[in-house]
């Protein structure tokens, strides 16, 4: 079964840093570019980055650019999302979400984590 | 930086078709995506670039475009459709990255 697992959340305080795992499993891995959404309380979806399957391309939103770094270990099925400078307005549940077609990006987001909270205060 | 806009809420009867629309500049260059999202579950992908659903999803949700407006559509609507749905798009434009839309609360009377 197709899955992804998120873990790392936590409570930090403003200015630290915190790093996110995405454990993937149940398909190829290396095939497929991986993503970082998440929600703030009461606020819609909000993507944040995205890596392709072989690490060479890279994209932020402009929220979290020069603060967050996305990375893969493909060795260990890993996506890694490195916070820092953490706001309080980045209190939200972070969710990990594998892009849809195999070598592609941009048609949509088909396997997703329940999530991991992170609250910043 | 791109905008997608919904309505906030859609309210339908069971057993009616409730249409969910995402506008954007130029919205026809990108292929849309739209997804379901229940409280404490995770989001579900019902219709991706454009008009295609994954396998896993009933042929009742639909997606459609025309000029700056992005559709979904759910067809014989059910209590268990009622969540919140969003649109979403590649924007090549500013930086190439995912920019969802709003959100839509659709409630089931």
């Known amino acids: 079964q197709k899955q992804v697992v998120e873990s790392g959340g936590s409570v930090v305080q403003p200015g630290r840093s915190l790093i996110l795992s995405c454990a993937g499993s149940?398909?190829?891995?290396?095939?497929?570019?991986m993503n970082w959404v998440r929600q703030a309380p009461g606020v819609g979806l909000e993507w944040l980055a995205l890596?392709?399957?072989?690490?060479?391309?890279?994209r932020y939103a402009d929220s979290v650019k020069g603060r967050f770094t996305i990375s893969r270990d493909d060795s260990r099925k890993t996506v890694i999302l490195q916070m820092s400078s953490l706001r309080a307005e980045d209190t939200a549940l972070y969710y990990c979400?594998?892009?849809?077609?195999?070598?592609?990006?941009?048609?949509?987001?088909?396997?997703w984590g329940q999530g991991t909270a992170v609250t910043v205060s | 930086s791109y905008v997608l806009t919904q309505p906030p809420s859609v309210s339908v009867a069971p057993g009616q078709t409730a249409r969910i629309t995402c506008e954007g500049n130029n919205i026809g260059r990108e292929g849309v995506h739209w997804y379901q999202f229940k409280p404490g579950q995770a989001p579900v992908l019902v219709v991706y670039d454009d008009t295609n659903w994954p396998s896993w999803i009933s042929e009742r949700f639909s997606g459609s475009k025309s000029g700056n407006t992005a559709t979904l559509t759910i067809s014989r609507v059910e209590a268990g459709d009622e969540a919140d749905y969003y649109c979403q798009v590649w924007d090549n434009n500013s930086g190439q990255k995912y920019v969802f839309g709003s959100g839509t609360k659709v409630t089931v009377l």
């Open positions: 890596i392709s399957f072989d690490g060479s391309e890279k």
């Open positions: 979400a594998r892009d849809l077609l195999e070598y592609r990006m941009t048609y949509g987001m088909d396997v």
């Open positions: 149940g398909f190829t891995f290396n095939s497929y570019a």
